[in-house]
């Protein structure tokens, strides 16, 4: 995302529009990004400096890291800040500093909610939809054993 330095008015300007998913250069199986990065910022030219602000929206698409489903997670950048002195350029590159908050912005744990049961570690069914027939045969062996060791 390139700003034309010259061209901003004395008041500042508005910019608003989107930038293609591929900036973000993350294309993984548990972190993807498919849609368009929709910014709404202000820029202007403060003392040979252009200051830009404002907040960046899209959805990532990650890999819940208990249960492995694909969900949407909405990243919001509310707070979007670059200040960068003029040495009389035309233009000035953002798509480094849109990238870097982006990614700044995902969770630190991708969790399609956040009590999600994740998947039993010996059948693998997911957990959220119900609780499957090892983990109750297991609760079975427990307390026979436990009948056991009265009965002795
Ligand atoms: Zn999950
Ligand atoms: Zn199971």
Known sequence: MKINVQNIPDGGEMLQGSEPASIVELDGPDIRFEHAIAYNLHAQIQEQALLVTGK?????????????KIFQWPVRVDDFVVHRELAGEDFVDLTENLREDIILALPQRALCQTDCQGLCPVCGKDLNEGV???QSAQGDLRWQALDQIKLK
């Open 132 to 134: 499957c027939q090892c």
């Open 56 to 68: 960046l929206r899209t959805p990532a698409t990650l890999r819940c890291s208990r249960c492995l």
